[in-house]
């Protein structure tokens, strides 16, 4: 079991896939988390693939980092596009690098912003912040800009959060204080496994004034929950009226929206925003989950947030506050 899991873990993150691997008559020993039993067990699955109809829906339609890569690579113009990242976590909550590194990990990566958005105070169990903390953290993160633009860095940290809400759409922060922000995300973090429709929910929370983007919208996690379920095209249709953004939270055992969502989005027309929900500094690179997920799903370049400037990201976040 613990051989199985460890495989499965570093799986989504193999360079190559493991099939190519045997095709070039390389060992799959040369993957991460593979023994001779588990390289035994995956070239058994790759001879005779096991019927997708036997695959628990909880595992389907998620990729891997090198299913990325390959669909990134036929159109490298696309990731060129990308500015920035726009959810991540420090260790003011559940994160474990300071803004500071997250900075420069987004520094090395070229970009020209990205959005610290730590949990809010309700969600206890991952260390959310409140309003002081909140504050102190704003605070942070101008002196780190500051210092990034004297070392002649390129990167703009903007002040966010991940508000926690509440199945009825609702906050747990004072809007004053999500006013000072740059940018504020929302996300559902409870009563995610009910099965029946939750399109009202979704309309709730992105009618929330306080927010511009909703985050992980199905809240679904690999192997593990499948996430809610809603009548898609109407939530989608709702957030174009009112031009906010639902996001694909990048993260590998999230992927979420997916891309048959994103399909459905991108007939609707709303914006999409991408957000690694990195941890560490090094799992920014996550981000490529998310842009073959759109690229996949055909979503037109001028819909995702992450690629407009940080002049046009502000006038967009200025446009939605003076229009609540
Ligand atoms: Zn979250």
Redesign the pocket.
Known sequence: MRAYRRAARSAWLWPEEAADLLAQDRQLTELHGVGPFMAKQISRWIEKPPKLGTIPPERRDFMALADARKILQAKPEWSQKLRGDLQMHTHYSDGSGSVREMAEAADARGYEYIAITD?SKGLKIAGGIDEKRLAKQTAEIAKTNMSILRKGGKVTVLSSI?MNLNPRGEGDMDPRALAKLDLVLG?F?SVLRVKHDQTARYLAALRNRDIQIL??PRGRIYNYRLGLSADWPRVFAAARKIDKALEVDCYPDRQDLNVALLKIARQEGCRISLGT?AHHPWQLEFIELGLAAALKAKISPDRIVNFMSILQLKAWVGKLRRAR
Do not use: K
């Open positions: 949990h991940e996300s973090h985050g992980h929900d």
